[in-house]
């Protein structure tokens, strides 16, 4: 069966580092996303990751190697407002996303 | 320009109603999907769409129907409402997959008693 898993909760303190890691094992690959979602909203999109390596865009980067199934969200010079769950997406050989249930980020002063 | 609006944003339903949820978009997206979101689950496809006039079954499709009469709506329908149906629906929509990503609506919390 296809799988993605990540950490249901993290903690981490504002203004420093954090790495929400992410595994899967899914039929195909076609690439991988993460998604940032606050409360009672929609997930929006912050990276996607096909090749293995690092994707930076700011404070946040993205990891992925294909040969370890793995990939991970780095989150740099934390805020309050990065308070929210993460979700780990991958697009499998029938081209639809997978979602893993989503990692929630709690951001303490 | 509004990206994808879904049509209501909450509803309460009682078991064996039926009910229309309406997604629309306006960025000329071939491809829609429905999500629906539980706790401590990911979100999980009910159905999708590759274009006007075509549908598709995703992984959990039971007890759903979605109809794509017009390239820009995609309409998700429950005929009798369950109350293993209370959830938050997502509607998505997407050019063809490539490295684009999904735009997602606001979402629709229905609660079947």
């Known amino acids: 069966g296809q799988n993605i898993d990540q950490p249901t909760e993290m903690t981490a303190t504002e203004g420093a580092i954090v790495q929400i890691n992410c595994t899967y094992q899914t039929s195909g690959f076609n690439g991988l996303f993460w998604y940032q979602q606050h409360a009672g909203e929609a997930p929006t999109f912050l990276s996607y990751?096909?090749l293995d390596g690092l994707e930076e865009k700011g404070r946040f980067s993205s990891f992925l190697s294909r040969s370890k199934g793995y990939s991970y969200l780095l989150l740099k010079e934390l805020q309050m407002k990065d308070s929210a769950s993460y979700l780990c997406?991958?697009?499998?050989?029938?081209?639809?996303?997978?979602w893993g249930a989503g990692t929630k980020l709690i951001i303490k002063p | 320009n509004a990206g994808v609006t879904q049509t209501p944003k909450f509803r309460v339903l009682k078991t064996g109603q039926s009910m229309t949820l309406l997604c629309a978009q306006d960025?000329?997206?071939?491809?829609m999907y429905w999500y629906r979101q539980d706790p401590g689950m990911g979100l999980r496809l009910i159905h999708y769409?590759?274009?006007?006039?075509?549908?598709a079954k995703g992984e959990v499709p039971d007890g759903y129907n979605v109809s794509r009469l017009k390239k820009q709506n995609f309409l998700l329908g429950l005929e009798s409402a369950a109350p293993s149906q209370t959830s938050v629906y997502f509607c998505?929509?997407?050019?063809?997959?490539?490295?684009?990503?999904?735009?997602f609506g606001p979402g629709t919390r229905l609660l079947v008693l």
């Open positions: 960025m000329n997206h071939e491809y």
């Open positions: 997406a991958v697009r499998d050989s029938n081209y639809q996303l997978i």
């Open positions: 990751n096909v």
């Open positions: 998505a929509s997407s050019p063809p997959p490539g490295g684009e990503t999904q735009y």
């Open positions: 769409s590759v274009g006007e006039g075509t549908t």
